[in-house]
């Protein structure tokens, strides 16, 4: 055997001996500072000084290899004394706990939010009516907003049906008036909040700046982003009074990526995204769970672009042809996935585009 493999070799022995027996390092040591007559099985005729000629390499190299073959042939007592040693030494625990093998198997390892109450805006369609009807399938006891009473009525009625002892509690009003918080506080509604979702809001117009409107203009900035604000802003002292949390509200694409035509809907929505993150800076320590839902283009179930366009049901047609869009239960469920997760889990942001969706203005129609 070449010096060089031998010594490769006497490494690996060494390495593997002492991982599995920490007290063989003493031992080895307590071998090699013996005189040499007095080693244990020393081998016939090994000198004690490399003679002249001698090469002190190769000499080193056989006596630790001979020292090593003994070592490894230790007497039984002697063995079972390393083994005494080593069963006494402390165990050392690991830096990060593991994790059991079960847990890592586990598809489904989200947590119940039932009993839970729900305060969600928007209800009478698109995400807000489909996230209400999946929190009420998870057994949350609901409090559900929208300007339209027929609507809320049609609401509650199909929950009823699904889920007779479903609590529901409607409250016709609109986000961005005075009135609607009035009527919070007069029936303590706000005070009992785990979970909301400020969902109310709406895109108008899709006018290049300097056409566009005024109205349209505040009527977005009014419901998008004081209608969250204020709605948080008063349910928030409580729910922290209370130990903690959720809130969710509706972003957008257009909170993360301006278009033309959508100036303003795009503003609203980066403004949201914003207060949402100061929000999130803001009650991290306080058992508060911040998450911003930021969909691309989402058509079924909603009235997003019959409401853009004012009634326009050519454009708002147009707006889905060729491409398969997200529907508004698509963005519900993954609402209630979020607000599922576990205690510790924070879903900061749920970016959530149909495949054919590129960004906010790159769509491929398919056809």
Same mark, same amino acid.
């Given at each position: 055997?070449?010096?060089?493999?031998?010594?490769?070799?006497?490494?690996?022995?060494?390495?593997?001996?002492?991982?599995?027996?920490?007290?063989?390092?003493?031992?080895?040591?307590?071998?090699?500072?013996?005189?040499?007559?007095?080693?244990?099985?020393?081998?016939?005729?090994?000198?004690?000084?490399?003679?002249?000629?001698?090469?002190?390499?190769?000499?080193?190299?056989?006596?630790?290899?001979?020292?090593?073959?003994?070592?490894?042939?230790?007497?039984?007592?002697?063995?079972?004394?390393?083994?005494?040693?080593?069963?006494?030494?402390?165990?050392?625990?690991?830096?990060?706990? +593991?994790?059991?093998? $079960?847990? /890592?198997?586990? =598809?489904?390892? *989200?947590?119940?939010?039932?009993?839970?109450? &729900?305060? !969600? #805006?928007?209800?009478?369609?698109?995400?807000?009516?489909?996230?209400?009807?999946?929190?009420?399938?998870?057994?949350?006891?609901?409090?559900?907003? +929208?300007?339209?009473? $027929?609507? /809320?009525?049609? =609401?509650?009625? *199909?929950?009823?049906?699904?889920?007779?002892? &479903?609590? !529901? #509690?409607?409250?016709?009003?609109?986000?961005?008036?005075?009135?609607?918080?009035?009527?919070?506080?007069?029936?303590?509604?706000?005070?009992?909040?785990?979970?909301?979702?400020?969902?109310?809001?709406?895109?108008?117009?899709?006018?290049?700046?300097?056409?566009?409107?005024?109205?349209?203009?505040?009527?977005?900035?009014?419901?998008?982003?004081?209608?969250?604000?204020?709605?948080?802003?008063?349910?928030?002292?409580?729910?922290?009074?209370?130990?903690?949390?959720?809130?969710?509200?509706?972003?957008?694409?257009?909170?993360?990526?301006?278009?033309?035509?959508?100036?303003?809907?795009?503003?609203?929505?980066?403004?949201?995204?914003?207060?949402?993150?100061?929000?999130?800076?803001?009650?991290?320590?306080?058992?508060?769970?911040?998450?911003?839902?930021?969909?691309?283009?989402?058509?079924?179930?909603?009235?997003?672009?019959?409401?853009?366009?004012?009634?326009?049901?050519?454009?708002?047609?147009?707006?889905?042809?060729?491409?398969?869009?997200?529907?508004?239960?698509?963005?519900?469920?993954?609402?209630?996935?979020?607000?599922?997760?576990?205690?510790?889990?924070?879903?900061?942001?749920?970016?959530?585009?149909?495949?054919?969706?590129?960004?906010?203005?790159?769509?491929?129609?398919?056809?």
């Amino acid at each position: 055997m070449s010096d060089t493999r031998a010594l490769a070799f006497c490494s690996r022995v060494l390495t593997e001996i002492l991982d599995n027996q920490p007290s063989f390092s003493s031992r080895v040591a307590e071998i090699s500072n013996l005189p040499r007559t007095q080693r244990v099985g020393t081998p016939p005729g090994t000198p004690t000084v490399a003679t002249h000629g001698s090469s002190p390499e190769k000499t080193g190299m056989a006596s630790l290899l001979w020292r090593l073959s003994r070592a490894a042939m230790l007497p039984a007592a002697v063995g079972a004394t390393m083994m005494a040693n080593s069963a006494t030494m402390p165990k050392s625990e690991p830096a990060v706990k +593991a994790q059991a093998w $079960d847990s /890592l198997f586990r =598809l489904d390892q *989200e947590k119940s939010i039932a009993g839970k109450v &729900a305060l !969600v #805006t928007g209800c009478s369609s698109g995400i807000g009516k489909a996230t209400a009807c999946m929190l009420a399938t998870a057994g949350c006891e609901l409090v559900l907003v +929208a300007r339209r009473e $027929d609507k /809320l009525s049609e =609401l509650k009625g *199909e929950i009823l049906k699904r889920q007779p002892s &479903a609590k !529901v #509690t409607v409250v016709v009003g609109d986000v961005c008036t005075d009135a609607f918080y009035e009527t919070l506080k007069a029936q303590q509604l706000h005070t009992k909040v785990d979970i909301l979702i400020a969902n109310a809001g709406l895109a108008v117009g899709k006018d290049n700046i300097g056409a566009a409107s005024d109205g349209d203009w505040e009527q977005m900035m009014s419901a998008n982003c004081m209608g969250a604000f204020r709605l948080i802003n008063l349910c928030l002292p409580e729910m922290v009074k209370n130990g903690g949390g959720h809130i969710v509200a509706t972003g957008s694409i257009a909170g993360m990526e301006s278009y033309e035509g959508g100036s303003v809907y795009c503003a609203s929505k980066h403004a949201l995204h914003a207060f949402m993150k100061s929000l999130r800076f803001e009650t991290y320590s306080k058992n508060v769970r911040v998450t911003v839902l930021a969909p691309g283009l989402v058509g079924e179930g909603t009235e997003f672009s019959e409401v853009r366009f004012k009634g326009d049901a050519s454009k708002a047609s147009a707006t889905y042809q060729n491409i398969r869009e997200l529907k508004a239960s698509d963005c519900a469920a993954q609402i209630l996935w979020a607000l599922r997760q576990p205690d510790h889990v924070n879903v900061d942001l749920l970016q959530l585009m149909p495949t054919a969706q590129g960004g906010a203005t790159r769509l491929h129609r398919g056809g």
